[in-house]
């Protein structure tokens, strides 16, 4: 990603926002956040509304806040004509993600937009995806991919029931493995149709589903088969083709 500038603003000092922010500090960006609960002492600024960032002046905006908020405070941002970088997953439902659309459609100069899906850049992944774009293995007829891990190992230290992933609205195995639904788009191209099943096992305190499988058949032909889960405490991720 190229760097659009020296000034960079980051919505939502959690986990996640206080990363980004410690590493573009290392690079010697001026960093600043926002977050009107955030708390502890910080190495850099925090302002309360995003209107206060906006008026900062940033060259570019880091969405680490609560998914359910992403639509909104991402719509303001790209309507100021701002580079943004949104946190995986670009919205909490279907149409939160088109009112992102239409505000970027809407705008006659539009700003870069990256969402990260970091697991594109993972190099097993890489490597699988230009053995499938140069034809080395030949034609794809099935894919299998799962990820499982156990959610209170997710942030050592916090209650697990306390954390975005296990809230209703943002949370739950189907958002946060939002990495591996991506991948399947991105290895097979688009979904002519899709099926599936979420819920919860009753291992864990949280509002939103622990356990989810997806089957996927694509324009192409080829299938996709998608397991992901809270629940396995040696945690797995994997893919088959």
Known sequence: MPDPGMK??????GSIGKRHAGILMKNGKDVAAVDPYASGQ?????????KEGLEW???????CSP??????????????????????????????????K???LDRRQKPPVWVGCNMRYHPAVIR???SLD???????????????????????GTDYRNTYAAGKTGGGIILDDIHDIDLALWFAGEVKSAAGLAG?????????????????????????HLHMDFLRKDKSRGIEV
Do not use: Y
């Open 57 to 63: 002046d940033p060259d570019m905006v880091w969405l």
């Open 102 to 104: 239409q505000a970027f």
């Open 42 to 50: 910080l190495d850099f600024p925090v302002l309360e509304t995003l």
């Open 128 to 130: 699988l995806k230009n």
């Open 67 to 100: 998914t359910e908020l992403h639509a909104e405070q991402a719509c303001e941002v790209i309507r100021a004509g701002v580079p943004l970088f949104i946190e995986k997953p670009l919205a909490h439902t279907i149409e939160a993600a088109f009112k992102i």
């Open 200 to 224: 919860h096992s009753g291992m864990l305190d949280m509002a939103a589903e622990d356990i989810a499988g997806f089957s996927l058949k694509h324009k192409n032909g080829a299938f996709t």
């Open 8 to 13: 960079h603003l980051v919505v939502g000092a």
């Open 134 to 156: 140069n034809g080395r293995i030949g034609r794809p007829l099935i894919f299998r991919i799962h990820f499982s891990h156990w959610l209170p190992n997710m942030r050592p």
